[in-house]
């Protein structure tokens, strides 16, 4: 098996699963493929990261500071961790990338653009695949703790923010999956898009089954 790195991303809305698929994902291909991977999240275990998870909770923290933080973040996420993976010949596994921004920020507020979330990433690499998970929001947050609500984790807003992934995958033709469904057949659909994935890039000599 020839063994290449590849830069992958799991999106989608809080309650997606994001979390479940990029853990199933990466056991997948680690122990029946035999490849090496990766597995982070954003935000990541930084400081920056650790900030930003308590800043999640806080609904008075600007829009704009909250974009910035996480560009900051995944700066740091990318130049410490990712790279280093994706030098050594690993599969690199993200729950939730530059996409989570540009959706999630930009549907805070009409202040802030795609564009300007684009613009302060700029420095931190694109996957080679992002995936998204569609949900009905209201069956998402069923998933979510409701004694620990984050700032995001209302159905009015994440109805904005699906529109705007589902915008965004159109655009930049992104595979998307809906993830209401039973899990296994939802992992399945995700391992033929990356195993398909990976051959067309070379990254891997199996046979898709």
Not at 8 to 17: N, P, R, Y
Not at 101 to 130: C, E, R
Request: glycine share 4%; charged share 30%; net charge positive.
């Amino acid at each position: 098996m020839k063994h290449k790195a590849f830069f992958l991303a799991l999106e989608g809305i809080d309650g997606s699963g994001t979390t479940t698929h990029c853990r199933l994902l990466a056991g997948f291909l680690e122990k029946q493929k035999g490849f090496k991977v990766f597995l982070t999240q954003e935000p990541s275990n930084s400081e920056i990261g650790v900030l930003i998870r308590k800043f999640l909770k806080n609904e008075t923290i600007p829009f704009s500071t909250d974009a910035l933080m996480f560009a900051a973040d995944r700066d740091l996420h990318y130049t410490t961790e990712i790279k280093k993976k994706l030098d050594e010949g690993y599969i690199v596994i993200s729950n939730r990338y530059l996409e989570s921004s540009v959706v999630y920020q930009s549907a805070q507020s009409n202040k802030i653009s795609m564009d300007w979330i684009l613009t302060i990433n700029k420095f931190a690499g694109k996957p080679d695949l992002t995936i998204l998970l569609d949900i009905d929001p209201k069956i998402a947050l069923e998933r979510k703790n409701p004694l620990e609500p984050e700032k995001f984790e209302n159905v009015a807003f994440l109805e904005k923010v699906r529109g705007f992934y589902l915008k965004r995958a159109k655009q930049q033709k992104y595979p998307v999956i809906s993830s209401d469904d039973i899990i296994e057949f939802v992992q399945e659909k995700i391992q033929k898009i990356v195993l398909d994935s990976l051959k067309k890039r070379n990254v891997c000599d199996i046979e898709l089954r």
